[in-house]
């Protein structure tokens, strides 16, 4: 296990399509965290799991976005009737205490809606 | 709320020479964790540094280091003797000890000049 890993790294979908992330983090971390980053910008908080309970939802996380964590293990961040402003990188990162030591980071899916 | 502040869009330095990256936040807690991340193109974000709010001393990473002044909120990173390798997008991060999510500035790209 050498890190968060992220599938797939790139999207190309059409506006309407819905579409679906995984994210595997760490095997040993319980906490998963899903941002997203646009472009020019730092990356902004989605949402968290401890375990399989998804404790924390961010605004920006509308009624068409959902994330699961079935099992504690690997996510997954449905998208459901893409819009063009969804465009962004989507980034996953995973940690084992609440983050006093950072996160590690995936390397990121990035979804170009057209 | 929460806010970070990075009001250097971008920098550069010359190889072996030192750049010091600038970072403002604001926050009404006293108990938090601030941390530098990079961000290499195309590529994963690594943990640079990070500072526990309640210890006074600077942290230091063999050529990184950090100024924190709790008063002024400011956490500037230093990195001293810089290397091709360091050029990157550098992201200033916050998040409450009790909390779970990071709140990033905009970032700063870092240029290393050969």
């Known amino acids: 296990d050498t890190g968060v890993s992220q599938d797939p790294r790139h999207k190309i979908t059409k506006r309407g399509q819905n579409v679906t992330f995984r994210c595997d983090p760490i095997?040993?971390?319980?906490?998963l965290y899903w941002y997203r980053q646009t472009l020019g910008q730092g990356p902004e908080f989605l949402t968290y799991?401890?375990?399989?309970?998804?404790?924390?939802k961010s605004r920006l996380l509308s009624d068409r976005f959902s994330a699961e964590r079935p099992k504690g293990s690997f996510s997954t961040l449905e998208i459901q009737r893409t819009e063009q402003g969804d465009s962004a990188m989507y980034l996953c990162?995973?940690?084992?205490?609440?983050?006093?030591?950072?996160?590690?980071f995936g390397s990121g899916t990035r979804l170009t809606v057209v | 709320a929460q806010t970070v502040t990075q009001s250097q869009p971008e920098m550069s330095v010359q190889e072996a020479e030192t750049v010091t990256l600038s970072c403002t936040y604001d926050?009404?807690?006293?108990?938090?964790?601030l941390f530098w991340y990079k961000q290499p193109p195309s590529r994963q974000m690594i943990l640079v540094i990070r500072?526990?709010?309640?210890?006074?001393q600077n942290a230091t990473e063999n050529r990184f280091s950090v100024n924190f002044q709790k008063a002024a909120k400011s956490f500037s990173l230093k990195i001293s003797d810089s290397q091709l390798g360091d050029a990157a997008m550098y992201f200033c991060?916050?998040?409450?000890?009790?909390?779970?999510?990071?709140?990033f500035g905009t970032g700063t790209s870092l240029t290393v000049i050969p």
């Open positions: 095997s040993e971390h319980n906490r």
């Open positions: 990162a995973s940690s084992l205490d609440q983050g006093q030591v950072g996160y590690t």
């Open positions: 991060a916050y998040r409450r000890n009790t909390g779970n999510q990071f709140y």
């Open positions: 926050t009404s807690e006293s108990d938090y964790y």
């Open positions: 500072q526990e709010a309640y210890k006074q």
């Open positions: 799991f401890q375990n399989e309970a998804q404790l924390e």
